[in-house]
């Protein structure tokens, strides 16, 4: 697990993200800057410092990877543990440790941890988008120097003149002054005679204006041919799924695989642990659905398994199909081999589970706090701790005419258990894992009580 990426994540919202049991990385809002030898101007920003001595856990980190992640605080607590232990050896033998974008951390020689900040990334969100620039040089200086230069080379002297005073120029200065007071009430009463004639007649235009488009009629003598595409939309409620992909670049890229392949692939979307799916094909039948399903496991992806979206879904979250078509799909699969004409049980769900208890009406599991069945004897079929697994092995249940089944998780175990029906009392459930219930099943049954 590299944890430099939830501690770059979280160091745009924080100002200190702690890594229990090793040091604590912390972030102080820095103004925009100067290089006057450069012309430089840099965007605010937040410097990074490390600081060894906080190493109390106080939840932040492992709180965001147990989100991100979809896993358990204490399992994310557990991975922080296992990387600090890695990192720490590392730095003991010696090495230095390069978290991408926050800095670099080394032992030094009295043997504590020193941080070199990295300045190439940028975690203050307010300045987001500001990049640093140059700004030419002001050349006034030069200008100066120039002038300076001439005036040494051509020296200016001003002499003064001596002028006679005439009395008539005061007079030319009184009537300058009431020509300049005359001319601007008069021009002022002009612009205002125009503003107001350009004002009637803006009015009047838009008011003509407004007639002519109300009266006006658009005849297109030449219009453009029509342009029909015909475009193929899937559809279907029951999807081929050949994979769930964290980054979205690799659920492209399996698209396009998919595609060359000659399948009609697609994005199923995200799902609810954050993954992307992908389809080989939907369909609008079960049957149709479950016929690609065995051909691709057959040919392409032996790991392809069937989703169903949730208005195809009974109560459990299991497939709902008629017995009619589970059968003749059964048969199909089988490439309609006469042995299961003649002989029914053949087509009975052989597949093995991974049930870790032995099959026996006098070992009995209890399992407490379950919410979501109520309390009573289960027949269960399999124990599954991965869901795709869990729901194959319903979808083949199905397809043997096993429709009556269900499943709830236990969060001890973290498994989920398949079951076959409820009974009230212990007896009535050993009656019915002596005869198997009627099933057309071959695996293990083992008889599971659920406390609540």
């Not at 039948?285 to 399903?293: I, S, Y």
Request: hydrophobic share 35%.
């Amino acid at each position: 697990m590299q944890l430099e990426t939830y501690i770059s994540d979280l160091l745009y919202r924080y100002e200190c993200v702690t890594v229990p049991e090793f040091g604590a990385f912390l972030t102080q809002r820095a103004s925009a800057t100067i290089n006057v030898s450069t012309n430089t101007f840099y965007p605010p920003n937040k410097t990074i410092s490390f600081n060894e001595q906080i190493q109390k856990n106080d939840g932040l980190l492992a709180h965001y990877i147990a989100d991100v992640e979809k896993i358990p605080f204490e399992v994310a607590n557990e991975k922080i543990q296992k990387r600090v232990k890695i990192l720490k050896a590392l730095l003991t033998q010696g090495e230095t440790l390069t978290f991408n974008n926050i800095g670099e951390v080394v032992f030094n020689n009295e043997g504590k941890i020193q941080f070199e900040p990295s300045y190439h990334h940028n975690y203050l969100t307010d300045a987001f988008g500001l990049s640093q620039f140059v700004s030419p040089a002001i050349t006034r200086e030069v200008y100066k120097e120039t002038v300076e230069a001439i005036e040494k080379d051509v020296p200016i002297v001003f002499t003064p003149e001596k002028r006679k005073s005439i009395p008539y120029f005061r007079y030319a200065a009184v009537a300058v002054i009431a020509l300049t007071l005359g001319g601007f009430v008069a021009s002022n009463y002009y612009v205002n005679k125009i503003e107001t004639h350009n004002q009637l007649a803006q009015e009047e235009a838009l008011h003509q204006l407004d007639n002519k488009i109300q009266q006006a009629t658009f005849v297109i003598e030449n219009p453009l041919p029509a342009v029909t595409f015909n475009v193929t939309k899937q559809a279907g409620n029951y999807h081929v799924v050949a994979g769930a992909f964290r980054v979205e670049e690799n659920c492209d890229k399996k698209i396009e695989q998919l595609v060359a392949e000659g399948f009609k692939a697609r994005k199923l979307g995200v799902n609810k642990y954050g993954l992307h799916e992908v389809a080989y094909g939907s369909y609008e039948t079960a049957e149709e659905a479950l016929k690609a399903l065995h051909t691709i496991r057959q040919n392409s992806n032996k790991d392809a398994w069937l989703k169903v979206d949730s208005d195809s879904k009974d109560s459990f979250g299991t497939i709902s199909y008629k017995k009619e078509q589970t059968k003749a799909v059964a048969t199909n699969q089988d490439n309609n081999s006469s042995d299961n004409e003649n002989n029914p049980s053949s087509s009975e769900t052989k597949k093995s589970n991974n049930l870790d208890f032995a099959e026996s009406p006098n070992l009995i599991k209890i399992i407490k706090n379950i919410k979501t069945v109520e309390s009573g004897y289960y027949l269960v079929l399999g124990a599954y701790s991965d869901t795709e697994k869990r729901d194959v092995f319903i979808d083949e249940l199905k397809a043997s005419s096993i429709n009556d089944v269900g499943f709830f998780f236990d969060s001890v175990s973290n498994k989920y258990f398949v079951f076959y029906k409820k009974f009230d009392s212990l007896e009535t459930a050993k009656q019915a894992l002596q005869s198997k219930a009627n099933l057309t099943y071959n695996g293990k049954i083992a008889i599971v009580k659920v406390e609540n």
